[in-house]
């Protein structure tokens, strides 16, 4: 898995049918599923950034203890 092979934290994966829609971030511990179910116009990207920048948030305070 790429998780361990690369040491990353988190990966983010999408296909291409329904990129616009849903995407899937793994990380160690679970698989979380984000769906675009807002307003036309707002894309799934906005809903991912809030995600990365809360775990990565909650990772660095982590880091300070």
């Known amino acids: 898995m790429a998780l361990k092979k690369y040491k990353m934290h988190m990966i983010v994966a999408n296909e291409l049918l ?12 679970e698989k979380i599923s984000i769906r675009n179910k807002t307003q ?3 894309v799934v990207e906005n809903l991912l950034i809030r ?3 809360k775990r ?3 990772y660095v305070e982590k880091l300070d203890l």
């Open 18 to 29: 329904t990129r616009k829609d849903k995407i899937v971030v793994v990380t160690s511990d």
């Open 56 to 58: 990565h948030s909650a």
């Open 51 to 53: 995600l990365i920048v």
């Open 40 to 42: 036309i116009g707002d």
